[in-house]
């Protein structure tokens, strides 16, 4: 519900660190497995989880329902049966939340990602079935969506899938109109949304739809070209074009392949994906042990019983107690935790542009937007105050205004604002660490002196190996990509090259998996 609300608002990050109540991460989890049966194509175990979902969850609310719905409608599809016997879930799907489809255009609504993903599949399919097709909503759906979610994650998502049945739809419309200039025109539209769309991908180094919107692309190039007879210029700088798409469709077909990635990305299941998900009892129980506090110790804030009921996951826990609980171990109070703790849209966007001028080494650009970053968000809690020490020091140490001793005793007082550094660095067999607190952890590890590398390179080994013996690579790639990208350096320097690029394999796959690019 929190984040239907969020996107209808216009916010979709899909990255943040987000704490469940046990009862919430349960239904994470079946979720979870329901999507890697339907993805893996292992259907009668979908079949199994789609009903242990039924019962447990599937009349709670218009949302469970519409997930189970919409789950669904991709089983029977996968299973080949008959539009009749799966069309009539999907529409009673959409019209749970979005109950005037028919009647209003998409900008007159106020729609979350997700719900735009369901007007898209009930009107691409809806169509087949009037006389007369309309396809003139593709290009006003993808200008919602761009303009709603400008420069987030769930903007990409969307508009490579509105562009790609876009771009499906035109080659069959195209048949039936015999004016070539319209035809010319129409090929044109969803020539140009193709290429905008692999443009925000590569932006975003994401590949969702990338490979089957580059198969498009080849078409409506070879469509073009039959029209350009005429025009050998033309013709030749369209070969040129499709050659190098060609290119990069065999490179991404080969890469897949050699991964052992399934190649095409599923069209609903990767939308309901969430991740960096934690389980509020396991991030408590983690942190106590971390920051070696007794049950007893935390009485202030709550019983020694409760304490146990928490880290044993019997009984409901009251929100006020969890806020206290995690304020004691140096954690944000939010629920849902994105790079900075803010309300202001404008911060929230800055922020993005920071990073992006950062991995691109704009360092004047992301000095920009940093001053006027420090001016919008609260300094009032330690996460932001950690966020701007933080990022201040790193952008000094880069322009070289400050020697890497001098960055090094900054992100360790950055670090020490909500976690000590001894306990930082001393792993336990269950941890919870914050993900901008991983990050200095892997700073320290790459520019200490080697004597004490050492030390933050064990800690990140530690944590990354837990989240592989957790089974919780996908969940949790950000950290995982992270901490194993340390470790593959480290190992490289070391000779240990092997290691090295079975590890290199494992994160890559997983990378393949998730849709990000390399």
């Known amino acids: 519900m929190r984040d239907r609300l969020l996107q209808r608002l216009g916010i979709s990050d899909y990255n943040d660190e987000n704490f469940l109540f046990q009862v919430e991460y349960d239904r994470w989890e079946l979720r979870t497995h329901l999507?890697?049966?339907?993805?893996?194509?292992?259907?009668?175990?979908?079949?199994?989880?789609?009903?242990?979902?039924?019962?447990?969850?599937?009349?709670?609310?218009?949302?469970?329902?519409?997930?189970?719905?919409?789950?669904?409608?991709?089983?029977?599809?996968?299973?080949?049966?008959?539009?009749?016997?799966?069309?009539?879930?999907?529409?009673?799907?959409?019209?749970?939340?979005?109950?005037?489809?028919?009647?209003?255009?998409?900008?007159q609504l106020l729609l979350s990602i997700d719900e735009v993903n369901l007007v898209l599949e009930y009107q691409y399919y809806r169509q087949e079935e009037l006389e007369h097709q309309d396809i003139t909503w593709y290009v006003p759906l993808f200008r919602y969506a761009e303009n709603k979610w400008k420069d987030q994650d769930g903007m990409v998502k969307i508009c490579s899938k509105i562009a790609l049945y876009f771009c499906r739809k035109v080659k069959q419309y195209v048949q039936t109109i015999t004016e070539q200039k319209n035809r010319s025109l129409l090929i044109e539209d969803a020539f140009a949304l193709c290429n905008e769309s692999v443009q925000y991908l590569i932006k975003s180094r994401s590949i969702y739809f990338l490979l089957e919107l580059l198969q498009e692309k080849l078409q409506l190039l070879q469509l073009q070209m039959e029209m350009q007879r005429n025009s050998p210029n033309k013709q030749m700088q369209l070969q040129k074009e499709q050659e190098q798409s060609l290119e990069i469709v065999e490179v991404l077909q080969r890469v897949y392949a050699a991964y052992d990635v399934l190649q095409e990305t599923n069209a609903n299941t990767y939308f309901y994906r969430e991740f960096e998900i934690y389980c509020i009892n396991d991030v408590i129980k983690a942190r106590r042990k971390m920051f070696k506090k007794k049950k007893t110790e935390l009485t202030k804030i709550c019983s020694e019983r409760t304490v146990r009921r928490i880290e044993n996951k019997t009984g409901k826990v009251q929100l006020k107690i969890v806020i206290g609980l995690f304020q004691a171990f140096g954690l944000p109070v939010e629920l849902q935790r994105p790079s900075i703790i803010t309300e202001c849209k404008e911060a929230i966007s800055l922020e993005r542009v920071y990073q992006c001028a950062c991995?691109?080494?704009?360092?004047?650009?992301?000095?920009?937007?940093?001053?006027?970053?420090?001016?919008?968000?609260?300094?009032?809690?330690?996460?932001?105050?950690?966020?701007?020490?933080?990022?201040?020091?790193?952008?000094?140490?880069?322009?070289?205004?400050?020697?890497?001793?001098?960055y090094v005793s900054l992100?360790?007082?950055?670090?020490?604002?909500?976690?000590?550094?001894?306990?930082?660095?001393?792993?336990?067999?269950?941890?919870?660490?914050?993900?901008?607190?991983?990050?200095?952890?892997?700073?320290?590890?790459?520019?200490?002196?080697?004597?004490?590398?050492?030390?933050?390179?064990?800690?990140?080994?530690?944590?990354?190996?837990?989240i592989e013996n957790q089974h919780m690579v996908a969940n949790r790639l950000s950290a995982y990509r992270l901490t194993m990208g340390n470790q593959i350096s480290w190992l490289s320097a070391q000779g240990q090259f092997e290691r090295s690029r079975s590890l290199c394999r494992k994160l890559i796959k997983e990378q393949l998996r998730m849709r990000i690019l390399l």
Request: net charge negative; proline share 3%.
């Open 411 to 466: 992100i360790k007082t950055a670090l020490e604002k909500t976690i000590p550094l001894q306990v930082a660095v001393s792993p336990i067999q269950d941890m919870y660490v914050a993900y901008k607190e991983l990050e200095i952890l892997n700073a320290l590890a790459t520019c200490e002196n080697m004597q004490d590398r050492a030390i933050y390179r064990d800690v990140l080994k530690a944590y990354c190996e837990q």
């Open 35 to 107: 999507l890697d049966a339907l993805e893996t194509g292992k259907l009668e175990d979908a079949k199994l989880l789609l009903e242990q979902y039924r019962v447990k969850y599937g009349s709670e609310n218009k949302l469970e329902h519409q997930f189970y719905l919409m789950m669904q409608v991709q089983y029977r599809q996968q299973r080949a049966f008959p539009k009749e016997q799966w069309f009539a879930l999907l529409e009673e799907a959409v019209k749970l939340t979005v109950p005037q489809i028919d009647k209003k255009p998409c900008n």
């Open 359 to 406: 991995v691109q080494g704009d360092f004047a650009e992301a000095k920009r937007c940093f001053v006027r970053l420090k001016k919008l968000i609260s300094m009032e809690n330690v996460q932001n105050q950690q966020y701007i020490w933080c990022e201040e020091a790193y952008l000094l140490w880069k322009t070289k205004d400050i020697c890497t001793e001098q």
